[in-house]
C-alpha cells in the first residue's frame, strides 16, 4: 500500500465531492485516515460546503426579461446601414453597403475613421447592443469594438445613440470628456475645440472627465469644454434665465430661478462652488425639497460622498 | 431548484434558438434564470441592480451568440462560461473606475422578505453572503457555480478557463476559507 | 368630552389613511438600467412589507373621439417597492396611466396625464384609494384640451 508523504490539500474538495477516481479516492482517504493536518483541513472544506448550503436560490426578478424583450425588439426593427470596413492606405472614405447582419469588424473597424459630408447620415450597428446615427459633417473613430466594450472617439459633429444594453459597454470620448453610457438614447455633438453638448432623451448618461462627473438623465443636457470636463447638467425646460446663469455662472440667479427639478442642477452645483458659497446651495435644496433622513447638513457641505449619493438618490424622484 | 441535464435541452430548442425563435429562447431562459441570478446576486454581494445587469448580459449575449454553439461542450458549460465571463468583468470594472459610480445601496437580504421570517436565520445568511463575498473573485465564482450549478469539475474547467486540477484547488481552499471565517458561526466538529 | 373623542378619532383615521402613497419620477430615480426606457417609474410608501403590496393598473384614453382601456405593464424593478410603467398604449390620442395599489388593510391610487414629452407630473393626482371614473374623466379631458396644469 503506497502512502502520500505529501498533503492532500488541493484533492480533498475533489474527495468530498466524489470527483476522484476510485483508486486515488482511496489512497488520499489513507492519508487523511493518517494526517490529523489534512483530516483538519477536510474537516474544513466540509464546513465550507456545509457553509454555503445557507445560502437560499433568489428568483430573477420580471424586470430582467422584460430588459431582454426589449432589447431583442429594438435589434430586430431597427433598419441600418452595415458598414464593411477596409483598410484604407490613404482616404478618409467609406463604402457603404446594405448587407444583412454585418456588424463592425473588431480585426478591420478598431481605429479606422468615419467622416461624413456636408448632405449624408448613416447609421452603424454598434455590436447586438444599439445603433449610432452619425449626422453630416462629422468625424469619429472606432476605439473598440468587441461584446465587452464599444467605444468611439468623437472629434467633431453630431451623433445619436441608442443603446439597448446593460451600463458601461458603450463609450463616447470627446476632447472634454466621456459619456458613459448607462442604458439610454442621447446626442451629443462637439466642435473642433472640443466645445460638447449633450442631450439625453431616454435612460441617462454619466459624462466624465479626469474624476469629474456629471449624471444626465433623460429631459437634460449638458455642456462640456476641453481641459474643464462635464459642466452642471440641466433640464431642458429650465427657465431660459437659469439656463443663462449657468453659462455665464451667476450663482444668484440659478439659485433663485430654480425649480424642485431643478435639483439636479443645484446637487451638481454643490460639489463645485467656492466653499463659502455651498451653505447657499444647501438652503435652496432644502427649501425646494425635503432633506431625506440620514443626509446632514454638516455632511454635505463636507461633500462626504455618501451623503451626496443618498441625497441624490432621493432628489432624482423629483427630476 | 430543478436541474435538468443537458440531455433534457433538445437540440430542437437550441435550434430553434439559433432561428430566432423567441418562445424556445424563453424556454431557455426561464430553465435558467434563476440560477444564474443567484449566482450572480450573491457574486455581487446582493447588489441587485449588478446582478440584474449581469444577468440580462449573459442571456443577450446567449441569444446574439448562440450560432456559435457547435455542441462539442454541453449547453449549460458554454452558458456558465458566459456567466464567468460576465462576473469576473463587472469585477473588474468596479475595480478600475476612479470614481466612486453611482452604485445602489446594496439590497439588506431579508429585510422584509418571506423566505426568511427567522431574524437568526437572516443573520446567518448574511454572514455566510458577506464571507462569500470577501472570497476573491476566482474562489468566489468556483464556489458558486459548484453550488448552484453542481457542474463536474471538468465542466466547470471549462466554464473558469483552467485545468481540473486548479478548479480543485480552488474549490477546496475557497470552502477553507469560508469554514475559516465562519467557524464560530456555523460550530466545529469534533 | 365628545369633541376630544372625534378628534382623536380623526388623528388616528388621518395617521391610517396617510400610510400608503405613491411617488412617480422620470426613470433615473429607479436607478435600474432596464427601467430606461419606462414611461415613468414609481414606489410605494408608507408599506410595511412592500413584497406584499398590490399594484396595477390601466391606461385610460380617448383615441379618434373612442374611448380605451388598456391593462398596464408594471414591472418591479431591482429595488423593493420601485415599480416601472412601461408604455404599451398607443401614441395617438390623449392618455392616463391609472395607477391602483393595496397594502395590508391601506390602498393608494393615482392618475397621471401623458403628454407629448412623457408623463406631466404636475398634473398627477394622488388618492388614498384607488382613482374613481369621474376623477379619470376629469383628467382625460385636461388633457385634451391641452391643459397640463
Given at each position: ?5 505529501r498533503?492532500v490539500s488541493?484533492q480533498?474538495?475533489?474527495?468530498l ?9 482511496r ?5 487523511v485516515?493518517?494526517?490529523a ?6 474537516e474544513?472544506?466540509?464546513l ?5 448550503r ?5 428568483e ?16 430586430r426593427?431597427r433598419?441600418?446601414?452595415?458598414i ?9 472614405s467609406?463604402?457603404?453597403a ?44 472606432v476605439v ?23 451600463p ?10 466621456t ?5 439610454c438614447?442621447?446626442t451629443?455633438n462637439?466642435d ?7 442631450r439625453?432623451t431616454?435612460?441617462?448618461v454619466?459624462f ?18 476641453p ?10 425646460d429650465?427657465p ?5 446663469a ?9 439659485l433663485?430661478?430654480?425649480?424642485v427639478?431643478?435639483?439636479l442642477?443645484l446637487?451638481h452645483?454643490?460639489s ?7 451653505a ?20 454635505a457641505l ?18 | ?6 440531455r433534457?435541452?433538445?437540440?430542437a430548442i437550441?435550434?430553434s ?6 418562445d ?8 435558467y434564470?434563476?440560477?444564474?441570478y ?13 446582478a440584474?445587469e ?8 446567449l ?12 449547453f ?17 470594472r ?14 439588506a437580504?431579508?429585510?422584509g422578505s ?8 437572516a ?26 450549478e ?5 465542466q ?7 485545468s481540473?486540477g ?25 | ?10 388623528v ?6 396617510q400610510?400608503?402613497?405613491?411617488t412617480?419620477?422620470n ?19 408608507g ?10 393598473g390601466?391606461?385610460e ?12 405593464k408594471?414591472?418591479?424593478t ?19 396611466v ?10 393608494a ?6 403628454g ?5 407630473r ?10 374613481t371614473d ?16
Amino acid at each position: 500500500m503506497t502512502m502520500f508523504t505529501r498533503h492532500v490539500s488541493r484533492q480533498l474538495g475533489a474527495l468530498l465531492d466524489g470527483e476522484l477516481a476510485e483508486q486515488e479516492a482511496r489512497r488520499v482517504e489513507t492519508h487523511v485516515a493518517q494526517c490529523a493536518s489534512c483530516r483538519g483541513e477536510r474537516e474544513q472544506v466540509q464546513l465550507g460546503m456545509e457553509i454555503l448550503r445557507r445560502l437560499p436560490p433568489v428568483e430573477a426578478p420580471d424586470a430582467i426579461w422584460v430588459g431582454i424583450e426589449a432589447a431583442l425588439e429594438e435589434h430586430r426593427s431597427r433598419r441600418v446601414w452595415a458598414i464593411r470596413w477596409w483598410r484604407l492606405a490613404f482616404a478618409a472614405s467609406l463604402i457603404l453597403a446594405l448587407a444583412g447582419g454585418t456588424y463592425w469588424s473588431v480585426r478591420r473597424g478598431a481605429g479606422q475613421w468615419i467622416e461624413t459630408d456636408s448632405v449624408s447620415s448613416i447609421t452603424l450597428k454598434v455590436g447586438q447592443i444599439g445603433s449610432v446615427e452619425i449626422a453630416p459633417n462629422t468625424r469619429l473613430r472606432v476605439v473598440t469594438a468587441r461584446p465587452g466594450e464599444h467605444r468611439l472617439a468623437l472629434a467633431r459633429g453630431e451623433i445619436r445613440a441608442k443603446i439597448s444594453a446593460p451600463p458601461r459597454l458603450f463609450f463616447v470620448d470627446t476632447a472634454s470628456g466621456t459619456a458613459v453610457d448607462l442604458g439610454c438614447e442621447y446626442t451629443l455633438n462637439t466642435d473642433e475645440d472640443g466645445l460638447g453638448l449633450l442631450r439625453v432623451t431616454k435612460g441617462w448618461v454619466s459624462f466624465q472627465w479626469k474624476g469629474l462627473e456629471s449624471l444626465v438623465p433623460a429631459g437634460a443636457m449638458c455642456r462640456t469644454q476641453p481641459h474643464i470636463g462635464p459642466g452642471i447638467p440641466c433640464f431642458e425646460d429650465a427657465p431660459e434665465s437659469l439656463k443663462k446663469a449657468l453659462e455665464t455662472n451667476s450663482l444668484d440667479t440659478i439659485l433663485a430661478e430654480a425649480r424642485v427639478r431643478d435639483t439636479l442642477t443645484l446637487w451638481h452645483l454643490l460639489s463645485r462652488v467656492a466653499v463659502e458659497d455651498r451653505a447657499r446651495v444647501y438652503d435652496r435644496i432644502a427649501s425646494l425639497t425635503p432633506v431625506p433622513t440620514g443626509v446632514t447638513r454638516e455632511q454635505a457641505l463636507k461633500l462626504d460622498p455618501e451623503t451626496l449619493r443618498r441625497w441624490k438618490d432621493e432628489l432624482a424622484w423629483t427630476w | 431548484m430543478v436541474n435538468l441535464s443537458d440531455r433534457e435541452i433538445s437540440a430542437a430548442i437550441v435550434e430553434s434558438c439559433r432561428a430566432g425563435d423567441r418562445d424556445a429562447f424563453r424556454v431557455l431562459y426561464d430553465l435558467y434564470k434563476d440560477r444564474v441570478y443567484s449566482i450572480s446576486l450573491y457574486f455581487f454581494h446582493g447588489d441587485r441592480s449588478e446582478a440584474s445587469e449581469a444577468t440580462q448580459q449573459v442571456f443577450l449575449k446567449l441569444m446574439t451568440s448562440i450560432g456559435q454553439f457547435r455542441g462539442e461542450a454541453e449547453f449549460s458549460t458554454w452558458l456558465y462560461r458566459l456567466v464567468v465571463n460576465a462576473c469576473m468583468d463587472a469585477a473588474r470594472r468596479r475595480r478600475a473606475e476612479p470614481i466612486a459610480a453611482d452604485r445602489p445601496r446594496l439590497e439588506a437580504f431579508g429585510r422584509g422578505s418571506s423566505q426568511e421570517d427567522d431574524y437568526a436565520r437572516a443573520q446567518m445568511a448574511e454572514s455566510v453572503r458577506s464571507a462569500v463575498w470577501a472570497l476573491p473573485t476566482k474562489f468566489r465564482i468556483a464556489v458558486l457555480l459548484r453550488y448552484f450549478e453542481d457542474l463536474s469539475y471538468e465542466q466547470m474547467a471549462e466554464a473558469l478557463h483552467c485545468s481540473v486540477g486548479t478548479v480543485a484547488s480552488r474549490l477546496s481552499r475557497g470552502h477553507r476559507m469560508l469554514a475559516e471565517r465562519l467557524k464560530d458561526l456555523v460550530g466545529t466538529k469534533g | 368630552m365628545l369633541r376630544l373623542g372625534i378628534a382623536v378619532c380623526a388623528v388616528v383615521a388621518l395617521a391610517l389613511g396617510q400610510g400608503f402613497t405613491f411617488t412617480i419620477g422620470n426613470p433615473v430615480a429607479s436607478q435600474d438600467f432596464q427601467a430606461k426606457s419606462a414611461a415613468f417609474v414609481f414606489r410605494t410608501e408608507g408599506c410595511a412589507d412592500p413584497a406584499k403590496s398590490q399594484i396595477g393598473g390601466t391606461a385610460e384614453g380617448v383615441v379618434k373621439g373612442a374611448r380605451r382601456s388598456i391593462s398596464l405593464k408594471v414591472v418591479a424593478t431591482s429595488r423593493p417597492g420601485v415599480y416601472a410603467v412601461y408604455q404599451n398604449w398607443p401614441g395617438e390620442g390623449d392618455w392616463v396611466v391609472n395607477l391602483k395599489g393595496t397594502c395590508a388593510n391601506a390602498s393608494a391610487g393615482a392618475v397621471v396625464p401623458i403628454g407629448p414629452k412623457g408623463f406631466v407630473r404636475e398634473s398627477a393626482k394622488f388618492f388614498p384609494r384607488a382613482a374613481t371614473d369621474a376623477e379619470i374623466e376629469t383628467s382625460l379631458k385636461a388633457i385634451a384640451q391641452g391643459g397640463s396644469k
